[in-house]
C-alpha cells in the first residue's frame, strides 16, 4: 500500500497523537488507525474524539499548501 507514496499525511485535530505498541502490548482504546511493520512493532494513531485526516500523497509540500 506504501510502496509508491512519498509521505503520510496526518492532521491529528487537537486530541490525536501517535504511539508506540509493542507486539506484545495492548493498543490503546481510542486507537482509530494502526500500523503493524514486519517484525517491528507497531503504532497507533490515537484519538479519543475521531479520525481527522488521514491521506497518502507524493508531494508532502503541496499537500502542506
Aim: net charge negative; with cysteine.
Amino acid at each position: 500500500m506504501f510502496e509508491d507514496a512519498a509521505a503520510l499525511a496526518m492532521h491529528f485535530g487537537t486530541n490525536g497523537s501517535l504511539q508506540d505498541v509493542p507486539c506484545d502490548g495492548e493498543e490503546p482504546a481510542s486507537t482509530r488507525l494502526l500500523f503493524e511493520f514486519t517484525g517491528s512493532g507497531r503504532l497507533a494513531y490515537a484519538n479519543p474524539s475521531r479520525i481527522d485526516h488521514v491521506v497518502m500523497t507524493d508531494d508532502a509540500g503541496a499537500f502542506i499548501r
